[in-house]
């Protein structure tokens, strides 16, 4: 049994679709880090100086909290064209 599952595991994670698959989330991650989480990092900034802007939870603006960003028009365009294929 643990020669198959080792077997398996080499299989999974060592194809050339796992790691184009891992750089395309991973860029896609990165995009919205750019885009979304660091321009609000000064919202935050101003809410612990005590300026009154209430930051935006993470939850509301990491990827599939928003659908504004093109970041998160193009992760829903490559999960929508794995599901269809």
């Given amino acids: 049994m643990s020669t198959v599952l080792k077997m398996e595991m080499k299989r999974a994670f060592s194809g050339k679709a796992f790691w184009g698959t891992m750089l395309l989330g991973i860029g896609i991650a990165c995009w919205q880090l750019v885009l979304v989480v660091i321009p609000n990092i000064s919202m935050l900034d101003n809410y612990k100086l005590g300026k009154g802007e209430y930051p935006v939870s993470v939850f509301n603006s ?7 960003s093109a970041a998160e028009g193009v992760k829903f365009s490559v999960s ?3 599901i269809l294929l």
């Fill in 80 to 82: 929508m064209g794995k």
């Fill in 62 to 68: 990491w990827l599939g909290g928003e659908g504004y």
